[in-house]
Nanobody, 115 residues
Framework: QVQLVESGGGNVQAGGSLRLSCAAS????????MGWYRQAPGKQRELVASSTKGGHTNYADSVKGRFTISRENALNTVYLQMNSLKPGDTAVYYCYLGWSSHSYWGQGSQVTVSS
């Protein structure tokens, strides 16, 4: 059984920063992808950023230059550093871990950015 536990998130004013963390435990295949998705009210869940274990990263255009994803492979942990936050970044952020046909999700972390 694989579990993802998120931490971080909260309320911040526009222009501020937050950091999300996600620690995975259980039977995890070594060649995996970890990342972050978000879902705003009334909108579909969308990819924010992802990272392979080898360090290849991918970002949504809306967060490029502001958000940074990083991994600590030995701890099966992924981070999302969010800078220059905007009200449009307000959403529930979900940690993701996947390989082959397997996908796992964190419990979700609310991020609210006020103007």
């Amino acid at each position: 059984q694989v579990q993802l536990v998120e931490s971080g998130g909260g309320n911040v004013q526009a222009g501020g920063s937050l950091r999300l963390s996600c620690a995975a435990s259980g039977s995890i295949f070594s060649m995996n992808v970890m990342g972050w998705y978000r879902q705003a009210p009334g909108k579909q869940r969308e990819l924010v950023a992802s990272s392979t274990k080898g360090g290849h990263t991918n970002y949504a255009d809306s967060v490029k230059g502001r958000f940074t994803i990083s991994r600590e492979n030995a701890l099966n942990t992924v981070y999302l550093q969010m800078n220059s936050l905007k009200p449009g970044d307000t959403a529930v952020y979900y940690c993701y871990l996947g390989w082959s046909s397997h996908s796992y999700w964190g419990q979700g972390s609310q991020v609210t950015v006020s103007s």
